[in-house]
């Protein structure tokens, strides 16, 4: 009997990789054009007239300053977030680090104040490092850190928050020390049967060049999180213009409820962390303390970010990993807020 035959279209079908790669690229693309298609519906609808009651004009103002105030501090951390995937060999963060895992963690944290990188970058940044011998505990920290704490995301929270240092510095301790909490606590609590690594790396690839893989990163983190910026700024413009003040005095008037509210907010939305300082900035009817949560939960734990560790590490890490960040980033926000805000 004669062996079965490959089919054909095997020898053609695209990587997994260049795929996702695509996916994820034209994430921020179709966000565009939905847009731009709403607009001519709008438009050829005989909407016009509704486009320009004031109500409309204040939600596209207060929209086009989110968005134009946050765009350059996107630009700037996406294009080092690429330089550092494409040029910073994994290897010199493992030697940089101790050995020791427990002294390795807040090193990994700290680093993230120094080293740039967007949400969607660290997760495959700290798998790349995971199989590089970094200790899982360091990476998940670094994970953590570096969308939060570096000089483009502290830079855009004092130029969103003028006369407010404290609000920076707030910022800093609190991410800091959810980092490193959940670092330690994998050390203590974490099981190597959650962890499923992919086999998938991003980084630099045999037969590729440097400057390649810097511009197609770039590419894809620019898109893929402007994306998520211009989805962030209609929405919060949305709930500033369109929400009634009965339910904002609900909500900000307790300080729990105003915590809470604004975590899950930051959870949903998914907004860039280069860009979400911004955004936090235009919840004037919240407390400081709650925009803070919203500045702290937001580059941790959001709806694409377990979606990405989820494909990295598994979804048995992913669930608990997410739960449990979202909770000590909450708690400590709250702590951190209440001293110093």
Same mark, same amino acid.
């Given at each position: %009997?004669?062996?079965?035959?490959?089919?054909?279209?095997?020898? =053609?079908?695209?990587?997994?990789?260049?795929?996702?790669?695509?996916?994820?690229?034209?994430?921020?693309?179709? =966000?565009?054009?939905? @847009?731009? #298609?709403?607009?001519?519906?709008?438009?050829? *609808? *005989?909407?016009?007239?509704?486009?320009?009651?004031?109500?409309?004009?204040?939600?596209?103002?207060?929209?086009?300053?989110?968005? +134009?105030?946050?765009?350059?501090?996107?630009?700037?951390?996406?294009?080092?977030?690429?330089?550092?995937?494409?040029?910073?060999?994994?290897?010199?963060?493992?030697?940089?680090?101790?050995?020791?895992?427990?002294?390795?963690?807040?090193?990994?944290?700290?680093?993230?104040?120094?080293?740039?990188?967007?949400?969607?970058?660290?997760?495959?940044?700290?798998?790349?490092?995971?199989?590089?011998? #970094?200790?899982?505990?360091?990476?998940?920290?670094?994970?953590?850190?570096?969308?939060? =704490?570096?000089?483009?995301?502290?830079?855009?929270?004092? %130029?969103?928050?003028?006369?407010?240092?404290?609000?920076?510095?707030?910022? !800093?301790?609190?991410?800091?020390?959810?980092? %490193?909490?959940?670092?330690?606590?994998?050390?203590?609590?974490?099981?190597?049967?959650?962890?499923?690594?992919?086999?998938?790396?991003?980084?630099?690839?045999?037969?590729?060049?440097?400057?390649?893989?810097?511009? !197609?990163?770039?590419?894809?983190?620019?898109?893929? /999180?402007?994306?998520?910026?211009?989805?962030?700024?209609?929405?919060?413009?949305?709930?500033?213009?369109?929400?009634?003040?009965?339910? !904002?005095?609900?909500?900000?008037?307790?300080?729990?409820?105003?915590?809470?509210?604004?975590?899950?907010?930051?959870?949903?939305?998914?907004?860039?962390?280069?860009?979400? /300082?911004? @955004?936090?900035?235009?919840?004037?009817?919240?407390?400081?303390?709650?925009?803070?949560?919203? %500045? #702290? +939960?937001?580059?941790?734990?959001? @709806?694409?970010?377990?979606?990405?560790?989820?494909?990295?590490?598994?979804?048995?890490?992913?669930?608990?990993?997410?739960?449990?960040?979202?909770?000590?980033?909450?708690?400590?926000?709250? #702590? @951190?807020?209440?001293?110093?805000?």
């Amino acid at each position: %009997m004669a062996p079965e035959l490959e089919p054909a279209h095997r020898a =053609v079908e695209p990587d997994e990789e260049g795929a996702n790669r695509l996916i994820d690229t034209t994430t921020g693309v179709g =966000v565009a054009v939905s @847009v731009l #298609v709403l607009g001519a519906l709008l438009i050829q *609808g *005989g909407a016009i007239g509704w486009l320009d009651r004031p109500g409309f004009r204040a939600w596209q103002t207060t929209c086009v300053a989110i968005a +134009v105030q946050a765009m350059p501090f996107l630009v700037l951390g996406t294009l080092i977030s690429g330089a550092i995937n494409a040029f910073v060999p994994a290897e010199a963060f493992s030697k940089a680090l101790p050995r020791k895992p427990q002294l390795a963690v807040p090193v990994a944290s700290a680093a993230g104040v120094v080293l740039p990188g967007c949400e969607c970058a660290s997760v495959p940044v700290a798998g790349s490092l995971i199989r590089r011998g #970094v200790p899982p505990a360091a990476a998940f920290a670094f994970l953590l850190s570096a969308p939060a =704490v570096n000089p483009i995301v502290l830079i855009s929270t004092a %130029m969103a928050f003028p006369g407010s240092p404290e609000m920076v510095a707030a910022r !800093l301790i609190a991410s800091l020390a959810v980092s %490193m909490t959940m670092g330690w606590l994998w050390l203590r609590l974490g099981r190597p049967e959650w962890l499923q690594l992919s086999a998938a790396n991003r980084g630099h690839r045999t037969g590729h060049s440097r400057w390649s893989e810097f511009r !197609l990163g770039f590419q894809h983190d620019f898109l893929h /999180a402007g994306g998520f910026l211009v989805l962030g700024a209609m929405a919060a413009a949305t709930f500033n213009t369109s929400m009634p003040r009965s339910w !904002l005095e609900t909500f900000s008037g307790s300080v729990w409820l105003s915590v809470l509210f604004l975590s899950v907010l930051a959870i949903v939305l998914a907004v860039c962390s280069e860009a979400d /300082a911004f @955004v936090a900035a235009s919840l004037t009817g919240f407390s400081p303390t709650a925009r803070l949560a919203f %500045m #702290v +939960v937001g580059p941790m734990v959001d @709806v694409k970010l377990a979606a990405l560790q989820a494909g990295t590490f598994g979804r048995a890490f992913a669930l608990r990993f997410s739960m449990a960040t979202a909770v000590v980033a909450i708690a400590t926000s709250t #702590v @951190v807020g209440w001293w110093f805000l």
